[in-house]
């Protein structure tokens, strides 16, 4: 029988509770106007990628798993997409799902999505707390880094609307959080406990995968596994075979996440190469901060609509007294000084990284870090910096609260431990710091005046410079007041004024009632079969109202369908890819049109919808065969003039036991179209092809009559089927290639982690 906890001990945990209850209160104050019921009050996150990119997928899933389908396949956009390849669907995330499931009966709206989003924007102000709590071993070092991490302009910036860069930014703190309990087991040698750490990591590292954001989650592969490595280093690894040991642990960690996460792993390294992001280039990939954006560290509302860079004026000199007083203070541990030059140096790092092309740093990640190159806006690695400095202004805060006479609780001790060392006396410190804040808030007060003068004599412009001096200003006053005070809680009331001043409701927008736009009207009465081109509306808008596109929004298009609507004029684009209605700029088409409608596009200018004279079908019967085995070469003869779809298709060859026909006449009757299981009844008098304006992609399989059949490549793109004559039912069926033996790798590595976790914890039990 285990012994009861002791009286501190119950008293540390209801700290924890208790901050975890104010952290909960301010984020519930922070984005009320996102969760109130009151739509007078009510704001919605602003259109854009959150709506266009993210929410259209989770609300596909979310129909098609009412439907009782788990969709593969998507036909809402590039005229057919892989729904599982492209990760950042999330079709596999767990809370993803969740979310779906709980609201597929009354629909899956914009705002469910919105408040799974802001649960893990609270999830990441948690995670952080128990990390900065447990790295400064301070009940304020850990508000402190949780404030500053959770309400900085960053977090509560873009990755808002970034919805898979939110997901999975989430679990980063508590990543690491879990690899510096493994690392404190790896220096007692407790080999049991250090193994049930780095299973829950494994199992973090692949939530975090399963997202959808590829691009964090290679920043969170580099971040982690650099802090692993540090964290083994630091607790002791005093052999070559000790190393080793180190790096089979951290191999472990790779595994299991990768394991769990393989469900979706497989099939994304199966379309990844046959997208266009398997070649991106070193100036489309180096996309950065530019210099001017440093601004934003002081003036925040200078340079741009999120404050990326901003973290208040007070977090900056806390994380300096870590990096400047802490770190070098001999009577803290070696451990913890340590892991403050480790925030230090990889904080500056990713920082330096954020700016992309613009500092030649980058050319060495491009070139040596395998996958650096596949993504652009390398300003999201200042997320990394902007968690290092939270912790590191933790470190700050947690040390003048222990020097003012608070323990780690945030009880008060006698009168504070002085150090031993003169240099890093604390009042000496806070002094300093304290008039640092006071010089810089009169100087922020005198350039107020400066901007003003100009303001006065014409310059429109300075009255956004001088109110930020102003606001600066005042800031660095408060900051002044609150170091003089020795009161650490108003350190953290300081924070959470500014942050909050600053940062609160400038992603959001009201609440504007959803009505489908009058360009779509006309062909949501029509109940035929046929695509659109939509230039006008936003990619994936289609996919609100069951509309299928040729466009789309994703970064992860395939590099064939690219290619083949580059080279193919428009007219026979339409054709090929059964277009009906063109919402486009164009005065005139193409092709013979009757416009249907005109207005005003999103962009205030002039807009248009086009009903095609003549749509090309979706499936057609050809008995004339233009042999191209080069798919470029194929793609320029369906494009030239003289091509006639109607009775010709270009094949890689002919198939086999088909005689061409001049014409080939038969009935088509379509039995069933979902998006991954088509059906069709084809009856003819001899040999034809069937044609189908559907996209060859691998995955998909043929039958004739219940018989395999090959498809065959049309016209460069699309899919067809060598029928017989007589009377045969063709379905075609779509399963992701991989899915099944990436689903069992998942299952099985899913299975491993929880029997090991229950031989640990029977072995743990027995012990005790």
């Not at 393989?262 to 280039?281: C, D, M, V």
């Not at 806006?377 to 222990?402: D, K, N, P, S």
């Not at 899913?750 to 072995?763: E, F, Q």
Request: glycine share 10%; net charge positive.
């Amino acid at each position: 029988m285990r012994a009861p906890k002791p009286a501190s001990s119950r008293r540390h945990t209801l700290t924890y509770l208790a901050d975890a209850a104010i952290l909960t209160a301010l984020w519930g104050l922070f984005f009320w106007r996102f969760l109130t019921p009151n739509q007078v009050d009510q704001l919605r996150f602003a259109a854009g990628d959150f709506v266009y990119q993210y929410f259209y997928p989770a609300a596909y899933l979310a129909q098609r798993l009412q439907a009782g389908v788990f969709p593969q396949w998507q036909s809402f956009a590039y005229a057919g997409h892989p729904f599982i390849g492209d990760i950042q669907n999330a079709a596999f995330y767990p809370f993803r799902l969740l979310n779906t499931v709980v609201h597929a009966g009354n629909g899956f709206t914009p705002h469910a999505l919105e408040v799974e989003v802001l649960l893990h924007h609270l999830a990441a102000t948690l995670f952080t707390y128990l990390l900065a709590r447990r790295l400064t071993a301070h009940r304020v070092g850990g508000l402190v880094g949780a404030i500053t991490f959770g309400f900085s302009g960053f977090l509560t910036g873009y990755p808002l609307l970034q919805v898979n860069f939110m997901e999975s930014l989430a679990w980063l703190p508590l990543l690491l959080w879990s690899w510096d309990h493994a690392g404190e087991r790896w220096g007692q040698r407790q080999w049991g406990s250090l193994a049930r750490w780095v299973l829950l990591a494994g199992v973090l590292w692949g939530i975090s995968i399963l997202a959808g954001s590829p691009q964090f989650t290679l920043y969170t592969f580099y971040g982690v596994l650099t802090f692993a490595l540090f964290r083994l280093w630091a607790a002791g690894v005093p052999s070559g075979r000790a190393w080793a040991a180190a790096l089979a642990v951290i191999a472990a960690f790779v595994l299991i996440g990768a394991g769990i996460a393989a469900i979706q792993l497989l099939p994304t390294a199966q379309f990844l190469p046959l997208t266009l992001r398997s070649s991106l280039g070193f100036e489309e990939a180096g996309r950065g901060f530019m210099p001017y954006d440093l601004l934003q560290i002081i003036f925040p509302a200078i340079g741009g609509e999120f404050q990326a860079l901003y973290i208040g004026v007070l977090a900056p000199g806390l994380a300096a007294i870590a990096l400047l007083v802490v770190r070098r203070d001999t009577a803290q541990s070696l451990l913890r000084r340590r892991t403050i030059a480790f925030f230090g140096w990889s904080g500056l790092a990713a920082g330096l990284l954020a700016f992309g092309k613009h500092l030649s740093l980058f050319s060495l990640p491009y070139l040596a870090a395998p996958g650096w190159g596949l993504f652009r806006q390398q300003e999201r690695t200042i997320a990394w910096t902007v968690l290092a400095v939270a912790l590191l202004a933790g470190y700050g805060a947690a040390w003048l609260a222990h020097a003012w006479g608070q323990d780690e609780t945030g009880k008060a001790t006698a009168n504070g431990a002085e150090r031993a060392t003169p240099d890093f006396a604390p009042v000496l410190v806070e002094r300093r710091l304290a008039n640092a804040y006071g010089v810089s808030a009169l100087a922020a007060l005198g350039l107020a005046l400066v901007f003003f003068v100009g303001y006065q004599a014409g310059q429109d412009k300075l009255w956004g410079f001088t109110s930020a001096s102003m606001y600066l200003a005042l800031m660095l006053a408060l900051a002044y007041a609150a170091l003089r005070s020795r009161q650490p809680w108003l350190l953290v009331a300081l924070l959470v004024l500014d942050l909050f001043t600053i940062n609160a409701g400038r992603h959001g927008k009201p609440v504007v009632a959803a009505e489908a736009p009058a360009a779509l009207t006309t062909m949501l009465a029509d109940s035929g079969v046929f695509r659109i081109d939509n230039s006008i509306l936003p990619g994936n808008y289609g996919a609100l109202y069951g509309l299928e596109d040729i466009n789309g929004i994703s970064p992860l298009v395939s590099k064939q369908y690219r290619q083949w609507r580059e080279a193919m004029p428009a007219a026979r684009a339409w054709d090929l890819l059964n277009v009906k209605y063109v919402l486009t700029a164009k005065a005139e088409l193409e092709a013979p049109a009757t416009r249907v409608w005109e207005g005003t596009g999103p962009d205030g200018k002039p807009a248009y919808t086009y009903l095609l004279a003549a749509a090309g079908p979706r499936a057609r019967l050809v008995g004339g065969v233009e042999v191209e085995s080069d798919p470029a070469g194929a793609i320029a003869r369906a494009a030239a003039p003289a091509f006639n779809p109607e009775t010709k298709v270009v094949l890689p060859s002919v198939p086999v036991g088909f005689g061409a026909a001049a014409d080939c006449a038969g009935d088509l009757q379509w039995q069933e179209r979902l998006p991954e299981r088509l059906a069709v009844a084809v009856e003819t008098a001899q040999p034809c092809i069937l044609v189908l304006s559907e996209l060859d992609f691998p995955g998909w399989q043929a039958q004739i009559d219940g018989a395999p059949a090959p498809i065959l490549l049309a016209d460069g793109l699309l899919r067809a089927v060598a029928v017989p004559t007589g009377s045969h039912q063709v379905v075609m069926t779509y399963r992701a290639p991989l899915l099944r033996p990436a689903a069992l790798i998942s299952l099985v590595t899913l299975a491993a982690v929880a029997i090991g976790l229950a031989v640990l914890g029977l072995g743990r039990r027995r012990r005790q």
